[in-house]
Every structure is written in C-alpha cells, then in structure tokens.
C-alpha cells in the first residue's frame, strides 16, 4: 500500500475527503496552550482528539514548526508520532514544498521521509525531473506536485505561456507522462480556482488532487467537487486549516466540512 492507497482507503471506511491543516502557528493558537511546556504538541494533540473522527488526512505546515527552531521540530515529531499511535490509518502529509539540486533533495527527502516518517509531501516542481527525483524513488510515499495554487500571485508564474499553454498545465502534464512512474504523484490544485481543476482533472486523469483554497480562503465546495472528482468519487483531499483548527468547535467545523462534501458527492 502506497500513500495515495492508504488515503483512498481512509476516505471509504470513514466517506470523508476531508483534510485538516495543522497550521499551528504559535502567535494564534490559544492562550490557554500556550502556557503549555510544549504549546504546538499540546494543541496539536487536541485537534487531532478532536477531528479525527472526520478526517482522512492531516497536514502539517512546516513553516510554523521550523520558526520555532529545536523546540518547534520536537514539537512537530512528537506531533506525528501521536498521530502515528493514535490513527495509523490516517494519511500524513508534510507541507513542505520542497526541491533543489540532487543531492540536497536527497537529504530533504531522507529527513521528511525517513526521519520524521510522514506519508507524503508538497514539491515545487520548478528545478524539474533530476530534483524531484529522490523523493519519487520513495515509491511507498506520495509526491504531491505544486500546479495551481491558491496563493493572490500564484498567476505570475503559473500562468505564463509555455508552448502554447500556461506553465500549470505544463506542470500537469509533466506529472501524469513524465514523473509518475512509480504510480505516487499527486497534483495541488486550487479550489479557488474550479474552472482550472476541470482542466487539471482531464489532463491528470484519476490522479489524487490536494486541494488548498477552502474554508478560510473561501472556494466553493460544489464547484470543487464538479470539477475535481475522479471516477471512483474521489480523488480529491480537501484541505481547511484556519477554519477548522482557529474555530470555536474544531470538530463541529470539520464534520460541517465533511457534510458539506458528501451533500454535494451524493
């Protein structure tokens, strides 16, 4: 079972595509964790207690672990070994956005894959194949490829032509022909931007899509769910961080998200 299996088989047994971006940047968790020994472990613990029952991935954002140096790595690894313990079948996903030159990909990829054990991980596709290439050896793990993103400037790059069509589909393409050998590729696309994953989806075929853009940054459940379906009703990890772990009741959020999902799948 590689990652994209292990997360197709969490969205049957629990019929959720629902998954929860563990953001915990230290400035807005809580106060009340914060006065904790280790606040990102303790608030972490409680939303994954929380929402686990809804969700068929977690994802951690490295950047608000790495700002917080030594402290904040043991706060990330203590993290996923928790989630390890706790819900082995839940997919893990490490938003890393990682790539560069051979050897030093290497080396990313050793510490996000062997070391901290996560199941998948975000890559920037910009340095092509040879940069890519040692975490797509890792044929059990997932390589999840940056193609259309939901951040305000995303078009500066992504939407410049490249033969004829903007580099995002080129990025989609690359993906299904070129780079997914080994079956573990799967594509960031934007919910934000629905018309463009109709795209996505047909030059990607069934691939896995991770999709950033909903809740906090407001994309349409019902336009994502039309546009990025596969053929087995899946194929698509929904992503909301902000929305759920900062709400008053982070459970109640995720199970709306859930719902919401499975309104518009049915």
Known sequence: MNAIDKYDARARAINSLVCVGLDSDLEKIPKAFRRERSPQLAFNRHIIDATAAFAAAFKFNMAFYEA???AGWRQLAGSLAYLRRQHPDILIISDAKRADIGNTSAAYARAIFSELGV???????????????????????????????SNPG??????????????????????????????????????????????????????????????AQGGDVRAVLNAGLNSAGRGLIINSSRGIIFAADPAAAAAELRDAINAQRS
């Open 68 to 70: 917080e140096g030594a």
């Open 119 to 149: 199941d998948a991980v975000t890559l920037n596709p910009y340095l092509g194949r040879d940069a890519l290439q040692p975490f797509l050896d890792y044929k059990d793990k997932g390589c999840i490829i940056l193609c259309r993103t």
């Open 154 to 215: 995303s078009a500066d790059i992504q939407n410049l032509p490249a033969g004829g069509r903007p580099l995002w589909q080129a990025v989609a393409e690359k993906a299904q022909s070129d780079w997914n050998g080994n079956g573990n590729c799967m594509l960031v696309a934007s919910g934000a931007n629905p018309a463009e994953m109709t795209v996505i989806r047909a030059i990607a075929g069934d691939m896995t899509l991770l999709v950033p853009g909903i809740g």
